[in-house]
């Protein structure tokens, strides 16, 4: 009923910038909450950042002062603007909504399938 569909992952080299979207699409009434967590190889998912549907933000301390989350409401859509990339950022990203559906006006969690970041040095 509903669809999170990533992109912008990629290669980039340590201390550059990649910016990823996340859009959501099907059966919204609402969205409440948006975030992305990444899973690197042996590690467990972990939140990267989340925005309230007020603009209201949360980081990991690992990514804070380089990690920037904001939200287009009016699109359904997710961003996550990240700079000076560390090899240590190196995981698949995934976006995360929760959405209020229209056919019950309850919300559940749904996620996207996964874009890969590898930075290397």
């Known amino acids: 009923q509903v669809q999170l569909v990533e992109s912008g992952g990629g290669l980039v080299q340590a201390g550059g910038s990649l910016r990823l979207s996340c859009a959501a699409s099907?059966?919204?009434?609402?969205?409440?909450?948006m975030g992305w967590y990444r899973q690197a190889p042996g590690k467990q998912r972990e939140l990267v950042a989340a925005?309230?549907?007020?603009?209201?933000?949360i980081y990991a301390d690992s990514v804070k002062g380089r990690f920037t989350i904001s939200r287009d409401n009016a699109k359904n859509t997710v961003y996550l603007q990240m700079n000076s990339l560390k090899t240590e950022d190196t995981a698949v990203y995934y976006c995360?909504?929760?959405?209020?559906?229209?056919?019950?006006?309850?919300?559940?969690?749904?996620w996207g399938q996964g874009t890969q970041v590898t930075v290397s040095s």
């Open positions: 099907g059966s919204i009434f609402s969205i409440n909450d």
């Open positions: 925005i309230a549907s007020g603009g209201n933000t």
């Open positions: 995360n909504a929760r959405v209020v559906i229209v056919t019950t006006r309850r919300p559940y969690d749904y």
